[in-house]
T-cell receptor
């Protein structure tokens, strides 16, 4: 398996624009997680899904953030409108029968 | 609630010397504990985990960690450090119960191994 695949790897956008981050989990994994990494706050859980259903979205910063998982092989994290303080590295991770989570390479988002 | 503390922002060690990266945790039930490593501009790579059984667990690249329930600690160790071990290390925990599956991460410790 190619592992967790995220796209794009880098995204630069202007404040106010919509940003969509994408994730393809490892085939067969039934949990998917979105994390955000910043220098100030470290790794924060934003939301996670089980069998495509959102389980806990309490980490989503505000209504500008939304996440979907329309099927077992695809998830999106959308920010609309984006703000400079959203600049961070966003990670997607998945896990299945094993207990450890496998992470993608991340998307580095810069909002100018 | 679950939490992880990594008390050291940075650990410096000379190549060939043993290294320890500290981690303490808090969880309401029994813990599942993990160590991940992050190299620059990369994702997190799984190193090792404690689920149950032997308190000393061995993982990738010669790393090991010791689970200490009374001290609620899970320190990462390696007998002989390599320059290539220089990276950011994260400890993570989750409750072993069937409920919350998401990992809670510590703030990370930067390991610097000097030649």
């Amino acid at each position: 398996d190619a592992g967790v695949i995220q796209s794009p790897r880098h995204e630069v956008t202007e404040m106010g624009q919509e940003v969509t981050l994408r994730c393809k989990p490892i085939s067969g994994h039934d949990y998917l997680f979105w994390y955000r990494q910043t220098m100030m706050r470290g790794l924060e859980l934003l939301i996670y899904f089980n069998n495509n259903v959102p389980i806990d979205d309490s980490g989503m910063p505000e209504d500008r953030f939304s996440a979907k998982m329309p099927n077992a092989s695809f998830s999106t994290l959308k920010i609309q409108p984006s703000e400079p303080r959203d600049s961070a590295v966003y990670f997607c991770a998945s896990t299945g029968g094993t207990t450890e989570a496998f992470f993608g390479q991340g998307t580095r988002l810069t909002v100018v | 609630a679950q939490s992880v503390a990594q008390p050291e922002d940075q650990v410096n060690v000379a190549e060939g010397n043993p290294l320890t990266v500290k981690c303490t945790y808090s969880v309401s039930g029994n813990p599942y504990l993990f160590w991940y490593v992050q190299y620059p501009n990369r994702g997190l790579q799984f190193l090792l985990k404690y689920i149950t059984g032997d308190n000393l667990v061995k993982g990738s690249y010669g790393f090991e960690a010791e689970f200490n329930k009374s001290q609620t600690s899970f320190h990462l160790k390696k007998p002989s450090a390599l320059v290539s071990d220089s990276a950011l290390y994260f400890c993570a925990v989750r409750d072993s119960g069937a409920g919350r599956r998401a990992l809670t991460f510590g703030s990370g410790t930067r390991l610097q191994v000097q030649p």
